[in-house]
């Protein structure tokens, strides 16, 4: 087999099979940012769920406010040191 006759029928079979495996990478990697979207937005719910208040916690400062007799709208839009001096 010459050159030109390589050139002629390999060359262009080479580079479909190339061009099919770049998209198939392109198509791959597109996926792959997708699925790490979707992980970090339920990863991140979940980060979040564990920073909220204990429960006891909030339920005794409820118990405290109206121990007071303070208004609970006002104790949620004040500052925690302003609702009680």
């Keep these: 087999m ?3 006759e390589f050139s002629r029928d390999m060359v262009p079979l080479l580079q ?8 198939a990478g392109l198509y ?12 970090n937005r339920a990863n ?12 006891n916690h909030e339920k005794s400062f409820w118990n405290i406010v109206e ?6 709208t006002r104790a949620i839009t004040c500052k925690f040191h302003a609702c009680f001096s």
């Design 44 to 55: 991140s719910q979940h980060t979040l769920l564990a920073s909220l208040p204990d429960q």
């Design 16 to 23: 479909l099979v190339i061009s099919l495996i770049g998209t």
């Design 28 to 39: 791959l990697v597109w996926m792959q940012i997708r699925q790490t979207n979707i992980w």
């Design 2 to 4: 010459s050159l030109q």
């Design 67 to 72: 121990k007071l007799g303070r208004d609970e």
